[in-house]
């Protein structure tokens, strides 16, 4: 069954790209100098989960290669004519195909979300096992990953943000015993007089980022967890993992 299209879409898409892109920009900086510490300055980065592609744009004009792969067709679509001179492909980051590369990259909590049906908690070994197989000796693995902790057990958190044309309601539920985050997403959009309105359900699997850590360590990688990228301060509940192949 083909769920492509339900994720991200057109609407949801644009106002994440307008109003949230903010994170990619201010991670890309310090990822970047990530990059540059550890002597990679140029080659293939493979960005799973790529979004509108504002990561990938950050990472053409310095130089690297990029294949951006997300399960999102608008979100595919905003990156290509974003940044015309990178690859991408519409497919499941847990499903794709990964060549070899210097560094593979998900930002943005892409692997904990349930958008793939054959995607559970036992999947993230083998996704980790082939990022391993497919990075150069000294590439590196780096994610950020959300666990729990953005809301009360039992609760509901509520939020919204505006833009110019566009608004976003965001309804958040956490149930610890199956460690899911639910996320009821209604989305405004202007279109000539009259705001169209759609909906959305994301649920995220919740990891704690030690155990992904020792997993990771298993296969081979050298771990570092971070509440920041670099400078960049990461939102509650959110770490980032840099792994290393020796």
């Known amino acids: 069954m083909n769920h492509k299209g339900d ?4 609407d ?34 493979v960005d799973l989960g790529c979004g509108s592609g504002i990561w990938a744009d950050h990472l053409v004009q310095a130089g690297y290669q990029v294949l951006g792969i997300d ?63 497919a990075l150069e000796p000294g590439g590196l693995f780096i994610f950020d990953l959300v666990e729990p902790g953005q809301v009360e057990a039992g609760q509901t ?3 919204f943000r505006e833009g110019e044309d566009w608004m976003v309601l965001v309804e958040k539920q956490e149930d610890l015993e199956s460690m ?19 909906e959305e359900i994301h649920r995220q699997q919740l990891y704690n ?15 570092q967890i971070s509440n920041t990228y670099g400078e960049y301060e990461l939102a509650i509940a959110r770490k980032a993992i840099t792994a290393r192949k020796p």
């Open 209 to 223: 980022a030690d155990e992904i850590a020792a997993q990771l360590q298993q296969i081979g990688f050298q771990v």
């Open 71 to 133: 399960i999102s067709e608008a979100m595919i679509d905003l990156a290509r004519s974003r940044v015309p001179a990178a690859d991408f492909r519409v497919e499941s980051l847990f499903t794709a195909h990964l060549p070899t590369c210097q560094a593979v990259t998900v930002l943005g909590e892409g692997l904990n979300y349930l958008f793939d049906a054959e995607h559970n908690s036992s999947r993230l070994g083998p996704i980790f096992q082939r990022v391993f197989d």
């Open 180 to 198: 899911i985050l639910t996320r009821r997403i209604i989305t405004f959009r202007q279109d000539g007089t009259l705001y169209r309105r759609d």
């Open 157 to 159: 958190s509520q939020g």
């Open 12 to 45: 949801l898409a644009y106002i994440h790209d307008i109003g949230f892109g903010g994170f990619a920009d201010q991670a890309a900086v310090e990822i970047l100098a990530c990059f540059q510490r550890h002597q990679i300055e140029s080659g293939l980065v």
């Open 7 to 10: 994720w991200y879409k057109t």
